[in-house]
């Protein structure tokens, strides 16, 4: 009998946002690439009712999970609930543990730990808070969600150019928001993967602002990310290739993204976002414990072009979990 795989995600009602229904394509490419390589599998979704969760988990008796719960009631902050529901029943699953998802999307605790850590992440604001990573705020600034990813609530507004709009943002869009300096200049990200036991940088991407006014700020927000028919969707376009002189960069980048990778206590798969200034100087932005596996996602084209299939991607993510046992 093959192994059953459980593909673990939130419950993606009919009115859900974009990146929300994102998660039922994740959902079912992987399930498609692991029937190909042999493995039965069924989808189950959760919700805040763990106890009903632990009871279906219990009675299938998965040989491992694939954990692709992302928020549970619409709500990022319980993202590493799912984790710890599987962590209590004993059961392998791919990605990270509850206490890295916990650690890495509540973004203001991350970027605490990576400036005690040293590494570089922007100083930030919020206004109900004091001070983050020492000084004033520095404008212009960028508005982000603590807790939520996908870019939610993240559009040209985000840009705050002065204490005054700083005041009147943090009014109307109250206490789940903080403010962090905003570096103009060049975006990259780092996918990882574990082999073996052992983290792996895949090549950096370069994330392109093309023909952009130069008015319009340079942020990666949820057009850019989930709205197909929009200017910024279209008009962000990735890059693997680079000339020679960007490599003490690029190998900078990669070399960061993997102390992350140590620091947080990640497993399995992982991405980090960075900017670069005008310097040349990186700044992590954030950490992505459960990145986007969806077929068109970076995460995906990017390991296509490191010499992964589709069937030997998500075998490497099953190895991995199950290496937990």
């Not at 150019?161 to 962090?180: C, H, I, M, Q, T």
Request: with cysteine.
């Amino acid at each position: 009998m093959p192994d059953k795989i459980i593909l673990l995600h939130q419950e993606v009602g009919p009115d859900a946002r974009e990146d929300e229904k994102d998660t039922l394509v994740q959902a079912a490419f992987v399930a498609d690439s692991l029937a190909e390589d042999g493995w039965e599998t069924e989808t189950l979704t959760v919700d805040l009712d763990l106890a009903e969760a632990h009871r279906r988990l219990s009675a299938r008796k998965p040989s491992a999970v694939f954990n692709l719960v992302e928020s549970l009631n619409g709500r990022g902050e319980f993202i590493h609930f799912a984790a710890g529901l599987l962590e209590s029943l004993g059961l392998p699953f791919t990605g990270c543990s509850s206490r890295a998802l916990f650690l890495t999307s509540h973004k203001l605790l991350a970027k605490d730990i990576m400036r005690r850590s040293g590494i570089p992440t922007p100083d930030w604001f919020k206004p109900a808070g004091g001070n983050g990573g020492g000084g004033e705020m520095i404008f212009p600034c960028l508005r982000k969600s603590v807790w939520e990813h996908a870019s939610l609530g993240m559009d040209d507004s985000a840009v705050i150019d002065s204490e005054d709009r700083l005041a009147a943002d943090a009014e109307e869009n109250g206490d789940g928001f903080y403010y962090e300096r905003f570096i103009d200049g060049r975006e990259f990200n780092i996918s990882l993967i574990e082999e073996n036991g052992k983290a792996r940088a895949f090549p950096p991407l370069e994330i392109r602002f093309v023909d952009y006014p130069d008015d319009k700020p340079k942020i990666i927000g949820y057009r850019a990310k989930w709205e197909s028919e929009t200017f910024e969707y279209n008009n962000t376009k990735r890059r693997f290739d680079f000339p020679d002189s960007d490599r003490p960069l690029l190998e900078e980048l990669e070399a960061i993204a993997l102390r992350c990778y140590d620091e947080f206590g990640l497993a399995g798969y992982a991405r980090v976002d960075f900017r670069v200034d005008g310097r040349g100087r990186p700044w992590v932005l954030e950490i992505n414990a459960n990145p986007c596996l969806s077929p068109d996602a970076g995460y995906y084209d990017n390991a296509l072009r490191c010499g992964f299939t589709r069937r030997t991607l998500f075998r490497t993510l099953m190895e991995n979990a199950r290496r937990k046992l």
